[in-house]
């Protein structure tokens, strides 16, 4: 009598197999009995393996419906299988399905720049609507700091914070899909256009900044301290160094920001 494959093994092969772009299942099939109603494993696993397929098309068709709009259907489905195929889901939750996806897209569509960026556009709301719940910094708090407070405070983000640089009229094709109308043509940007991307009210924001905004919003997101940050841009934007305020205002309006640090 053979000897009986332990039971990690076997779940471990038949995932493998159902993980597998072109749907070999030969490895897994003399480990499978009969069914109960007689059909033949290799008949359930096909099943099996197309309904993990589907449903991985399906979530990036419902997360980039926009980049679907904008590219077609024959491109789409070109860049889903591919996608599918690099990157199989790793987790339980397909909510953070497709973040590989604008990348993918850049590489897939080189002569289409614009589309990556749209993609990114797609992504980033989808990440802001589905991140974490956390609290709102209140602005009552920064009032009461002193100013030692000041240098050594750090400022944490809201999950849902996020920023991207757009070289083309993503934002701008991206909307007019959205509203159902016919987008623009694509442009290449006179000059790079980075954004800030939130939720706020159950609802996914975007707006445009600044060069200089967005410069400190990297720093402040990668975990530099507020005053080493303000010190940063008087050496490289010093003529922004006033707005610092403003921005903070903003960003505590827009409800960006999570916590005080100190």
Known sequence: MPAMNPLSEIQARLQASVLDDAGEFDDVLGLLGRAADGREPARGMAVYHGAYQARLREVLATVFERTWAYVGDVDFDRLCNRHVADFPSRDANLRAYG?????????VLPACPE???IALMDWNLHAAFDAPDAPLL???LLANLSERDWEVARLEFHPSAAIAVFDWNAREIWQAIDRGETPPAAARLATPEPHLFWRRTMRGHFRSVEVAEH???AR???GAGFAETCEWLASRHPG???AVGAWLARWLEDGVLSRLLV
């Open 215 to 217: 410069a400190v919003l």
């Open 240 to 242: 922004r160094v006033n």
């Open 99 to 107: 973040s590989a996806f604008p990348a993918l897209v850049r590489r």
């Open 115 to 117: 589309a990556a960026e």
């Open 138 to 140: 209140a602005p009552a």
């Open 220 to 222: 402040l997101l990668a």
